[in-house]
């Protein structure tokens, strides 16, 4: 029987064949989606931490002459003493609906005293919208002194006839720009106790690029500030929740027997409780002493009841690690146990770590959030997005840039940090990577 030598003949690669082997492609971190959202990350950290540096806005400072003002730029504004009770000059009566002073601290009408008219009702809108809008007051005088929370903008004044409802007069007014002299001594643009020669004064307000809230608080240095306390807990929170995980779970992995089943076993225990309502308890059981923030207590709930998913993922791998064959090589080869942890087995368990910390972050960031706009976060004067979000809620339908800026914040930073996790975890997979080449 012949047998062809050339079967058992040994394969000379040629350098033509090895140029035709193309390597598998490892996974792109750098990827449009993955680029825009680190860029997001860097500019939200700078936000919060430069930002406040530039934009040098007390977040608690409150503007009482600015109550849900939309956005503005810095103006000036004309010093007003305490106005009190007014009446107008004793003259003769004027022939129409004519205006003393017209600013945004109040704005004083006379009118002529109509004949079979015992009692006015005084109407103000906004020039811009049809209808009579607010009836603000009713008198049996032919003067009236408007003091409710005006606004640098055109308003249409109309008088009615209280009981007829039949329609008498009208004028549109602009009131200028004013301040009264308690709130520029509160603020610090006068000297308290000084009131000689305020009186017509100008002074130079700060502008709200992004308006003010129901208490007169800038939005913007609001933003900042509650930025700094959601991603400090988005942040510090899953670096110890799941630096205690790891901790757990490699004690039990590496222990084995017994002990690896009292510990997965307590592992089920916390996995069992209701995550937001023990989160709740936890939160109230620790309570806020006289000064404090709740920062702290929130991240110590957070901690208690978070860690349960990295110690099962880490004990997972660390129970798969030991029974490969470089980690029984380094046993047989008298490597102590804490150089074959160090060598053998973090290396390639901190992957799994890193991409654990990344998809936390998001997690604590939203968990905060919610708790926040629940009412158990931060206590004031300390503030966050979510915090910000359940003081919005209260002018959603008046002024919805005051809950829609802080969401939009929360949104953005939970979908970067999320895209971010997703591409590091695509890169530290080569098994990933591989199947989607």
Avoid at 155 to 178: C, K, M, N, Q, S
Wanted: hydrophobic fraction near 50%.
């Amino acid at each position: 029987m012949n047998i062809s030598v050339f079967r058992f003949a040994k394969r000379s690669w040629a350098t033509e064949d090895l140029e035709q082997i193309t390597p598998l492609p490892l996974p792109k971190m750098a990827t449009p989606a993955v680029v825009m959202s680190a860029l997001v990350v860097i500019a939200l950290l700078l936000f919060v931490s430069v930002g406040p540096m530039v934009w040098r806005q007390d977040p608690s400072l409150q503007w009482l002459s600015q109550i849900s003002a939309g956005p503005s730029g810095p103006h000036a504004a004309r010093l007003i003493s305490e106005s009190g009770a007014w009446q107008p000059p004793a003259a003769e009566a004027p022939q129409t609906l004519i205006v003393h002073d017209a600013n945004t601290e109040f704005v004083r009408l006379q009118w002529p005293k109509l004949d079979g008219i015992k009692r006015y009702r005084i109407y103000r809108s906004s020039a811009h919208k049809a209808g009579l809008g607010l009836a603000i007051a009713e008198t049996d005088n032919a003067y009236y002194q408007d003091q409710l929370q005006l606004s640098y903008q055109i308003y249409r004044y109309t008088i009615a006839d209280a009981e007829t409802g039949l329609l008498l007069l009208a004028r549109e007014v602009r009131p200028e720009a004013a301040i009264s002299l308690f709130e520029a001594q509160l603020q610090g643009l006068v000297p308290v106790g000084r009131t000689e020669g305020s009186q017509g004064q100008w002074v130079e307000l700060p502008g709200h690029p992004l308006g003010t809230d129901a208490l007169g608080r800038d939005i913007l240095a609001r933003l900042m500030a509650g930025g700094r306390t959601s991603l400090f807990v988005g942040v510090v929170a899953p670096l110890l929740y799941i630096s205690f995980g790891c901790i757990f779970g490699a004690i039990a992995g590496l222990a084995g027997g017994w002990i690896d089943q009292v510990a997965m076993r307590f592992v089920d225990f916390v996995v069992a409780l209701p995550f937001l309502l023990f989160m709740i308890l936890f939160r109230v059981a620790f309570g806020i002493g006289p000064g404090e923030n709740g920062i702290m207590p929130l991240i110590v709930a957070m901690l208690m009841l978070s860690w349960p998913g990295s110690a099962r993922l880490i004990r997972g791998q660390v129970l798969a690690l030991r029974g490969q064959a470089f980690v029984e090589a380094a046993k047989l080869a008298g490597v102590s146990t804490s150089r074959t942890i160090l060598r053998h087995m973090l290396p390639n368990v901190l992957p799994m770590i890193l991409v654990a910390f990344s998809f936390a972050i998001p997690q604590a960031i939203f968990t905060e959030a919610f708790l926040s706009f629940i009412g158990m976060g931060v206590s004031p004067p300390t503030t966050s997005w979510g915090a910000l979000c359940n003081d919005g809620i209260k002018t959603l339908l008046s002024h919805p840039r005051q809950l829609l800026l802080p969401a939009f914040f929360i949104s953005v930073s939970v979908l970067a940090f999320n895209l971010l996790g997703d591409a590091l975890r695509d890169a530290t997979d080569r098994r990933a990577g591989v199947a989607k080449a």
